[in-house]
């Protein structure tokens, strides 16, 4: 069975940084051909795509929101994902979530699909404050 366990979460101000893991059981990101994403979702707003990494092609993908602030990486002997973010802002806000697309060749157009995610972790609060 897949758990997909997210942390890092917390309160801080506007310009601060976060990083957030998401350790993975029962699945190995190593060897794994997929799509692992990040999302986010506002109360009162639909779940979006953050950031994602294609296995597969290597390629990374990341929401124009984010681009330059965010940034996704690996740690194949943890086997857990991470996603440093720096430069938040209150907008930023939100459950963050990791997931994977088993199987799945993400690409620009379809990484943010939240239909093709079948592994979700309970998420990460991020809040900041101006």
């Known amino acids: 069975q897949v758990h997909l366990v997210e942390s890092g979460g917390g309160s801080v101000q506007a310009g601060g940084s976060l990083r957030l893991s998401c350790a993975a059981s029962g699945y190995t990101f190593r060897y794994s051909r997929a799509c692992i994403g990040w999302f986010r979702q506002a109360p009162g707003k639909e779940r979006e795509g953050v950031a994602a990494?294609?296995?597969?092609?290597?390629?990374?993908y990341y929401a124009d929101s984010v681009k330059g602030r965010f940034t996704f990486s690996q740690d194949n002997a943890e086997n857990t994902v991470y996603l440093q973010m720096n430069s938040l802002k209150p907008e930023d806000t939100a459950m963050y979530y990791c997931?994977?697309?088993?199987?799945?060749?993400?690409?620009?157009?379809?990484?943010?699909?939240?239909?093709?995610?079948?592994?979700w972790g309970q998420g990460t609060q991020v809040t900041v404050s101006s």
């Open positions: 997931a994977v697309a088993d199987g799945f060749r993400c690409s620009g157009g379809t990484w943010s699909a939240t239909s093709a995610y079948n592994y």
């Open positions: 990494v294609s296995t597969i092609g290597g390629l990374s």
